[in-house]
């Protein structure tokens, strides 16, 4: 979604916000615009274009000096992708951009008459306008008494045009940090933004208002108190959130999972047995846990859905998976006992957030599964257990889903074992296959080649079909949704014995089917729903653990999958859907990182 920074300092600033907006990119975007102080006067300058960063490159001033000012990269919401919607939006004395959504603008324009100012369709420019409408001489008192008045999201950077060198922000639910550095000061969405100056930031608290100047950086509540920032600091530093040297972000991510599944298992297998003493959640947390839901979205979803097979299947515990933009407006049927598991890479999506919010009215017993260190989804559960797959920059989540998978697997452990649902033996051993994961990913990147050339075959297709049984039916829903949003190939996962209840009526010649077929307990089963879809014509890639299959009734294209047990395969499986998305995408000419219509981080509802 919107990116946003700005900087005032001792540097010039157009550099530093063009390469900030370029770091943004990952968010999703559709526009690019900057303001500055011109000369670092009281005279505002803006430079916006529908378009990526490079085309506001292109139209930017070489002779620049400016110190002062603040970027954004536009996600449409309100109004088409036009250069009159692109932020920064000036109206009178104030110049700001925003990230969220201004829920009652309609209402605002009626109430304090704002309809003359406007030249966009945006609720952005709606908000600038009530800011400049409210100004009276001074910033901080200005926003205090603005602010109150917007409904929705909103983290905005504003400069008036009497106060040059001074950038001020507040935000309510969208994500905002800063930072003081030698260079100057520092706001952005994210700590990628300003990430080569400086690895220590803060979290803007809601409604507070920051002011920052080259030197110094000061936080004041709506009451007027002075509020300390609480500094953090990431373990990762700037060539995390680099290339180094893969043609994409996505594929080296691809390639970073074994890293970041043992980052994330490692401090948390003690004696062959799951802890998470260092990450405070006591054994006290699993016990009377009457039902467990997991909430979350998208890619997270459904590792929430393995997470679910497994526990359930393990355990015999009820584990209901909801979709986070559904839960939040269902009546939730949660009691004290309840134990409620959010996952989310980000920590901001507002519909994971929304949903916690609403679970806490019901229960304690919430425990969050994010990446992103302070996130408002780690702030706000009882209790949070941390991935450590490092920045997930490409859209595609790849890493964060198998780190979240292996927590879910840590997590089902350990509630087995404090509710004695599973011995210690059987908890071990599960553990010891844990921790292969990672050389298990490693076998299954070296067959990188042979998935590259099937796909070959995919990239003129406009349908496709995931199908498999059990585990291996949750984890052909992530192959989908992968192959579809970042090479806009139609594609459905379908559990693979449901395939003649309606939708083998889509089946017929040359039609790609991924089957896999990698669960033991039903593997026959699934090869002959793959023969019922090859006699209709089929074009079938199969994963299995079979070392070969040459038989051409059954499949078209074998992969092997190295032989572990059944709860396991998930892991290597995912890699090869992960593959065959992302060199689907790229053999159709389509950028994995960034596809059409889509935004890293799902901060509006
Ligand atoms: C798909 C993808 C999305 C996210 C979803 C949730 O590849 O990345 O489906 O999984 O938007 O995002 P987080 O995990 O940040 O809450």
């Known amino acids: 979604m919107c990116g946003i920074i700005g900087f005032t300092g001792h540097k010039e600033a157009q550099d530093i916000l063009l390469d900030g907006l370029a770091k943004l990119e990952y968010r999703g975007y559709d526009s690019a615009g900057i303001a500055f102080f011109k000369d670092n006067g009281g005279h505002i300058s803006i430079r916006k274009t529908a378009g990526k960063v490079n085309d506001l490159r292109a139209i930017c001033d070489d002779d620049n000096t400016s110190t002062c000012g603040i970027g954004h990269t536009r996600w449409a919401t309100h109004g088409g992708v036009t250069n009159a919607n692109a932020h920064p939006h000036k109206v009178g004395k104030v110049t700001l951009i925003h990230n969220g959504i201004i829920e009652n603008y309609h209402e605002l ?12 369709e945006t609720d952005t420019e709606v908000a600038a306008a009530l800011f400049n409408k409210m100004f009276d001489g001074d910033p901080i008192a200005t926003i205090k008494k603005t602010v109150p008045l917007f409904k929705g999201s909103f983290a905005f950077c504003i400069m008036f045009k009497e106060n040059p060198g001074k950038v001020f922000a507040v935000r309510n639910v969208s994500p905002m940090v800063a930072t003081n550095t030698d260079a100057g000061s520092f706001v952005a969405s994210d700590l990628t933004a300003f990430i080569n100056f400086s690895k220590r930031y803060f979290i803007v608290p809601e409604y507070t ?122 009546r939730p049927v949660l009691n004290e006992n309840s134990m409620v598991i959010v996952v989310s890479q980000s920590g901001e999506t507002i519909d994971t957030l929304e949903a916690l919010r609403l679970a806490k009215k019901y229960t304690n017993k919430t425990l969050a599964v994010v990446n992103v260190k302070g996130s408002t989804i780690a702030r706000e559960s009882n209790y949070v257990l941390y991935t450590h797959a490092g920045p997930e920059i490409a859209v595609a989540s ?126 026959s089963k699934v090869i002959s729903n793959i023969r019922e879809v090859k006699a209709r014509g089929a074009y079938v890639i199969l994963l299995s653990k079979d070392e070969k299959i040459t038989d051409k009734t059954v499949c078209d294209v074998h992969i092997n999958i190295p032989p572990v047990a059944d709860e396991f395969t998930i892991f290597e499986s995912v890699i090869i859907l992960q593959m065959i998305a992302y060199y689907t995408s790229t053999g159709r000419g389509v950028n994995p990182d960034q596809p059409r219509n889509l935004a890293k981080s799902v901060t509006v509802e």
């Open 109 to 120: 324009i009626e109430k304090y008459n704002l309809s003359d100012s406007l030249v966009s």
């Open 209 to 330: 208002i920051l002011t920052m100047e080259e030197d110094k950086i000061s936080l004041q509540d709506l009451e007027g108190n002075n509020v300390e920032p609480e500094y953090l600091e990431v373990n990762w530093d700037i060539s995390a959130a680099e290339k180094e040297g893969y043609p994409h972000y996505m594929i080296k991510e691809i390639h970073e999972q074994p890293r970041a599944i043992t980052r994330t298992i490692s401090p948390r297998i003690k004696d062959s047995l799951p802890n998470f003493e260092d990450d405070n959640i006591p054994d006290s947390f699993f016990e009377n846990c009457s039902d467990i839901t997991v909430i979350a979205c998208g890619t997270a979803m459904y590792a929430g859905n393995v997470g679910k097979t497994f526990i359930q299947n393990a355990l015999g515990v009820p584990v209901n998976v909801a979709i986070a933009s559904e839960f939040r407006y269902e």
């Open 398 to 523: 790849t890493k964060a889903y198998t780190v979240q998978v292996a927590s879910m697997y840590l997590l089902g452990c350990k509630l087995g074992l404090v509710t004695n649902k599973l011995s210690v033996e059987k908890a071990k051993e599960f553990m010891n296959n844990l921790k292969k994961v990672p050389d298990m990913i490693k076998a299954v990147l070296t067959q990188e080649d042979k998935v590259a050339e099937l796909t070959k075959r995919m990239t003129n297709s406009t349908n496709a079909f995931f199908i498999g049984r059990g585990l291996d039916y949750t984890l052909s829903m992530e192959g989908a949704l992968k192959l579809k949003e970042i090479s806009y190939i139609h594609a459905e996962a379908y559990a693979a014995g449901e395939l003649k209840h309606g939708t083998i009526a889509l089946i017929s010649e040359g039609v790609p089917v991924i089957a896999i077929a990698t669960q033991d307990h039903v593997y």
